[in-house]
């Protein structure tokens, strides 16, 4: 029997306050709300992958996650715009990397807690 793994499905980011969080991604980033069962979890949708914020749980350690990257149309003003309404910058966007098709280029944001959010648009 071969194993495959599908696409993925949903991503936890290990936050300290779930309400500032869910006020960062919902309201700064305008991901979809989704549900929340508890005040220490709160789930969105970000084209079709739920995001789930969540208080620490077991080795978890807030700040110290990987870095989600959301594909965006027009990357300077996509980024612009989300540190207007409340997203502190990291880094602006710049050129990543020259491939044969197009260039990569990422801009990196900070959520309450620190961790990193990556933007990323390929410009043909």
């Known amino acids: 029997m071969t194993m495959t793994l599908s696409t993925i499905r949903q991503i ?3 936050v300290s306050d779930v309400e500032a969080a869910l006020a960062f991604y919902r309201d700064a980033l305008g991901l979809e709300f ?3 069962p508890a ?3 709160a789930f ?5 992958i739920r995001v789930m914020l969540t ?3 077991g080795a978890g350690a807030v700040g110290a996650n990987s870095i989600l990257y959301f594909s965006v149309n027009d990357i300077e003003a996509t980024q612009a715009a989300l540190v207007a309404r409340g997203a502190t910058e ?3 966007p710049q050129l990543a990397a020259r491939l044969p098709d197009h260039a990569l280029w ?3 944001l900070r959520d309450p807690d620190g961790n990193l959010v990556g933007l990323m648009e390929e410009k043909r």
Do not use: K, N, V
């Not at 969105?44 to 079709?48: E, M, R």
């Open 12 to 14: 936890a980011i290990t």
């Open 34 to 36: 989704l549900f929340q």
């Open 39 to 41: 005040p220490t979890l």
């Open 44 to 48: 969105l949708d970000a084209g079709g």
């Open 55 to 57: 208080t620490p749980q």
């Open 90 to 92: 990291e880094r602006a």
């Open 106 to 108: 990422t801009g990196f």
